[in-house]
Nanobody, 123 residues
Framework: QVQLVESGGGLVKPGGSLRLSCAGS????????MGWFRQAPGQEREFVAA???????AYADSVRGRFTISRDNPKNTIYLHMDSLSLRDTAVYYC?????????????????WGQGTQVTVSS
């Protein structure tokens, strides 16, 4: 059974930082794109960042320059380091993985999803 398990969410003050992790199991994703989406209450799930199998990142405009995605293929794990967090970053963050190699920003282009981890930015 393929699983993606996120960790690292929590409560942080505006301007603070968090690092999310996502560990895959049940199959190896070393040759596939992986990424992060997020969903705020009442909003659609939106693309945040993704990374190709060989480490090329892509970011949503809203997080570029503040978030950094990385991966450790031997550990079957990706990370999302988030700096300068603001209230607008509050959401459930979902890890996702593709069976392909190309990064796409649409939700339908991803085949595997984690359960999500809550990130709350509040003073």
């Amino acid at each position: 059974q393929v699983q993606l398990v996120e960790s690292g969410g929590g409560l942080v003050k505006p301007g603070g930082s968090l690092r999310l992790s996502c560990a895959g199991s049940g199959r190896t994703f070393g040759n596939n794109a992986m990424g992060w989406f997020r969903q705020a209450p009442g909003q659609e799930r939106e693309f945040v960042a993704a990374i190709t199998w060989n480490g090329i990142p892509a970011y949503a405009d809203s997080v570029r320059g503040r978030f950094t995605i990385s991966r450790d293929n031997p550990k079957n794990t990706i990370y999302l380091h988030m700096d300068s967090l603001s209230l607008r970053d509050t959401a459930v963050y979902y890890c996702t993985a593709s069976t392909g190699v190309v990064v796409v920003t649409s939700r339908g282009g991803w085949q595997y999803w984690g359960q999500g981890t809550q990130v709350t930015v509040s003073s």
